[in-house]
């Protein structure tokens, strides 16, 4: 069952309503993946786990903190009160988020890796559709350790911001996929570039799930999400957000730290996994030749994202002119008639897996959820 909580009030207020109803959470969290195998893989080999952790929240206070702080104040307000209301650190809050960022270093990450975030996005908009609502589809696929430690937010603001509903880990203040009152939704897919500092990686910023949410919160069209986030000056991290308003608009917004470009729709159908597709920012994809190691595995990067988004662009291919939402769950529960493996739309990895899936009609304000593999998972419907 998909957990939901509610938060309300000012920032402060929606941060401390998070820390203090997740606040159990949060620490059989914390015990959980600081002392999983993953973590022990990502820390230096020296440093016990007291010492790894320590290190990350003074990092990632140093590389975060002040961006945060000067771009967006609500969302720092929100992590001071999520601090409190957990009885975290603060300085553990902002590792937290940071772990997002240092996972795309192309200096570190492919030698001694610290995730491999995958994702698949589909998107079905008029005259793919049966309807004349758009339809939108996202598997959040991650290591599974993580799996547990998910939650629904449901936040409303009292003040000019939108309510939205987003889906999370339980002590970050940012989000990975939501939908505000608009009828706006946006999903991330992380894009882990090749070319490093100051071009398309940096390690000072904002991790972009506290952009997503910001966005959420002050944006009611696509135009708007792009203004937004193509203008920002303190991103970090590769990524691709997929957004989709009441209207039908839809694009994808590729982007690096300092570039970016605009996928849309080819005859109401669009798939984002993890690759740049525009031809304007392929040459910041990975090197195919490129090997990801993890333990004892070898692992072409490329490789789960090229044939997850060739199987999910040929299922969506096939359905045109008939995709629902029902159609677009089918696809991103699909295995490709084998086993679920890295490399299949629903992920069932050694580096990672599906964690949980969304499907949404932004018009209608529907969103379902299931926070496991969607092949076998059971689907809960929530809406404003």
Known sequence: MVLEITTRGSPRDRGLDQGEQLAERIKQAKHGVFHSDLFKQMKPWWAPVWLAVAGLSMIGKGKTKK??????????????????????????????????VMSGDPRTSYEKPLIQPMCTMAFALPPSTTGDDAIFGRNYDFPGILQPYQVLRREEPDDD??????????????SHVGLNEKGLLIGYNYGRSWKQDPLDYRKEGVPNMLLLQEALETCSSVQQVVDFVTTFPARTNGGHFGVVDRENNAT???????????????????????????PELSDANVPD??????????????????????????????????????????????????????FTVCVHGLTGETLACTIINPRSGLIRVTDTNPCHGTFEEFSF
């Open 67 to 100: 961006h945060v702080e000067k771009y967006l104040p609500v969302q720092h307000e929100k992590m001071l009160g999520l601090a409190e209301g957990a009885h975290l650190k603060k300085r553990l809050v902002y590792g937290l988020h940071y772990v997002e």
């Open 161 to 174: 911001r939108f309510s939205t509903l987003s889906l999370t880990q339980f002590p970050l203040v940012g």
């Open 252 to 278: 994808v917004i590729e982007f690096t730290a300092t570039r970016h470009a605009l996928r849309h729709p080819v005859d109401g159908i669009m798939v984002q996994t993890n690759m740049y597709q525009t």
């Open 289 to 342: 030749d490129l090997m990801w190691k993890f333990k004892d595995m070898r692992i072409p990067y490329t490789k789960s994202p090229k044939e997850r988004f060739s199987r999910a662009s040929e299922l969506m291919e096939n359905g045109k002119g008939a995709l629902t939402m029902d159609a677009l769950q089918e696809v991103l529960s699909d295995h490709a008639g084998r086993e679920g493996d890295d």
